[in-house]
């Protein structure tokens, strides 16, 4: 069964209007309060949010439908999502929500839903959601009069994330002659990232760390680097770590400002972890849109690479069911599993930092792992239809898969979020790879 709502990271959508608007979004938090609201027990939601103008509307349109179920609220205000995951078990909620687009502009906005182990929710546990917010009648979903929640604000929530990130780097280490330039997106986490590294010892440089409600990702963050990487230059900084609005995923620069990815950042932890044996599962997990080197890479040294479907929660399912502890995305979701439940920018860039300073190395040699295979990754926008299902792209994308042979991969897939189709081949003939990539896009543009 389809989801109505649900992508494949929450539910999202542009601001004030349906499914973000207040109307909805207060049915969604009824819907979520009343499927989460099992038990004798008082019951209890936390609210963290990024720093989209927007956020205040749906922030109190979820606090009212979540007091209408009889769920007690907290609010955490700006805050990464990791922190949100990460504070729903500390606080034993039965439910965490963060108010975020990720790195969409500020004019989207989203809603990402934890259960009370930290955790996103499971497709079905979305369908039992959606189906009470379909319900014709929620008033009977409505607690009693003397049952209805009560909402406060948690005032340390950030000192608190703070505190576990910084106890994920290795206790005999510190960031002493470091200089780092970091780019919090003017997002989630513009006053938990710059405090973490500079009490860890490291001089901060500090960019897109100025909210204003509407700038968030503008220009800034892990999708939009350039800046980061300027700046790396500019100051002679050790390293650039780039954030995304609501930093559950990063990228970092090297010294001379050349960006490093998601793939590279997950074979330097795995492999580190390896050699301490701290590896669990043998090898990894990544989806269809990591590197082929990277796969290489691990078979190399007898490691697997388990690929899922997009989205970091399919990365944490197979990690969950199979044992790894180290998983991710290219874009730079990165699991960590002995630390925490989701993706975190800020932890993954500990422990690049952890590997930094136990080699003393530049981070140019520390993170370069592996050799990609020349990959490349387009979009085409369409309106209506179902471009992907016409005659003329099957049999394009039947033809490329035949060119590329053994030696290269094809993915193309619509995105979750967004009216758009990605297109991305990789393979050892850089050539025909980008021929590849451009000719199927020509195809599903004129069939869009």
Avoid at 9 to 26: E, F, H, I, L, T
Avoid at 59 to 81: I, N
Avoid at 154 to 176: C, G, M, S, V, W
């Amino acid at each position: 069964m389809s989801r109505k709502y649900f992508g494949t990271d929450g539910v999202r959508g542009v601001a004030n209007r349906a499914p973000m608007s207040p109307d909805m979004v207060m049915k969604i938090g009824l819907a979520a309060g009343s499927v989460y609201s099992q038990g004798n027990h008082r019951h209890r939601a936390v609210i963290g949010k990024d720093t989209r103008l927007s956020g205040y509307m749906i922030e109190q349109a979820l606090t009212a439908g979540l007091l209408s179920a009889g769920v007690d609220v907290f609010l955490f205000g700006p805050l990464p999502t990791p922190a949100v995951a990460m504070l729903t078990r500390s606080l034993r909620a039965d439910l965490g929500i963060m108010i975020s687009a990720s790195h969409n502009p500020y004019y989207d906005n989203g809603i990402k839903l934890f259960g009370p182990d930290g955790y996103k929710l499971s497709d079905a546990q979305e369908l039992a959601i959606e189906k009470l917010i379909d319900t014709a009648d929620n008033v009977s979903l409505a607690a009693p009069q003397d049952k209805l929640g009560r909402a406060k604000r948690i005032e340390d929530a950030q000192a608190r994330y703070i505190e576990f990130a910084k106890r994920t780097f290795p206790k005999d280490l510190r960031l002493e002659g470091l200089r780092i330039v970091i780019d919090s997106a003017n997002g989630g986490a513009y006053r938990v990232a710059s405090a973490a590294l500079w009490e860890l010892g490291a001089e901060i440089i500090p960019i897109g760390n100025d909210p204003n409600g509407f700038n968030i990702n503008e220009k800034c963050g892990s999708t939009a680097p350039e800046a980061m990487c300027a700046k790396v230059v500019e100051t002679r900084a050790d390293i650039g770590i780039a954030l995304d609005g609501d930093a559950d995923r990063v990228v970092i620069a090297d010294e001379h400002g050349k960006l490093i990815d998601g793939d590279q950042l997950m074979a330097l932890i795995a492999t580190s972890w390896h050699s301490q044996d701290r590896l669990s599962g043998g090898g990894l997990v990544a989806t269809i849109m990591s590197n082929l080197g990277l796969e290489r890479h691990l078979a190399d040294r007898q490691l697997t690479l388990a690929r899922t479907k997009v989205g970091d929660r399919y990365v944490v399912e197979h990690m969950r069911q199979h044992g790894f502890n180290i998983g991710g995305e290219q874009s730079g979701h990165i699991v960590m599993s002995d630390f925490s439940t989701t993706g975190d920018g800020l932890v993954a860039a500990l422990q690049v930092l952890a590997e930094v300073v136990r080699t003393g190395k530049p981070v140019s040699q520390v993170c370069h792992i592996f050799e990609p295979v020349p990959q490349i990754l387009k979009n085409v926008r369409y309106g209506e239809g179902k471009p992907l299902e016409t005659k003329t792209v099957k049999q394009a994308i039947a033809d490329a898969t035949s060119q590329l042979g053994a030696s290269g991969r094809l993915v193309i897939r619509p995105s979750g979020t967004e009216p758009l189709i990605r297109v991305m081949a990789e393979g050892d003939d850089a050539g025909l790879v980008a021929k590849i990539v451009d000719d199927i896009c020509m195809v599903i543009g004129k069939a869009a």
